[in-house]
Nanobody, 124 residues
Framework: QVQLVESGGGLVQAGGSLRLSCAAS????????TGWFRQAPGKEREFVAT???????YYRDSVKGRFTISRDNARNTVYLQMNSLKPEDTAVYFC??????????????????WGQGTQVTVSS
């Protein structure tokens, strides 16, 4: 499995922006769907955004128009630009790579590689 390391989390005021990065090592993920999930204390891990192996973008409804997922295959890195942040966005954000090449899913159990997570805290 590819090794993933997230960075870019932190504390930001409501309405602010953060850019998360997920750097991969061990293998390239250009033929895999990659995505971001998040988990708040006491809640289940939830889908945030994915970019398919073909470059198609998918977002949960609550972040549409505010978050943008992108990927730089040359740097083997996936990004999540988060604008207009809200307190309800507070969570640990995880980068993940699908377990199979040329496949698409937004279900966490279909993803085989996970980073350790980066904390995002949005204050009122």
């Amino acid at each position: 499995q590819v090794q993933l390391v997230e960075s870019g989390g932190g504390l930001v005021q409501a309405g602010g922006s953060l850019r998360l990065s997920c750097a991969a090592s061990g293998r390239t993920f250009s033929t895999y769907t990659t995505g971001w999930f998040r988990q708040a204390p006491g809640k289940e891990r939830e889908f945030v955004a994915t970019i398919s192996w073909a470059g198609n973008l998918y977002y949960r409804d609550s972040v549409k128009g505010r978050f943008t997922i992108s990927r730089d295959n040359a740097r083997n890195t996936v990004y999540l630009q988060m604008n207009s942040l809200k307190p309800e966005d507070t969570a640990v954000y995880f980068c993940a790579v699908h377990q199979y090449p040329h496949a698409y899913s937004v279900v966490a159990s279909d993803f085989g590689s996970w980073g350790q997570g980066t904390q995002v805290t949005v204050s009122s």
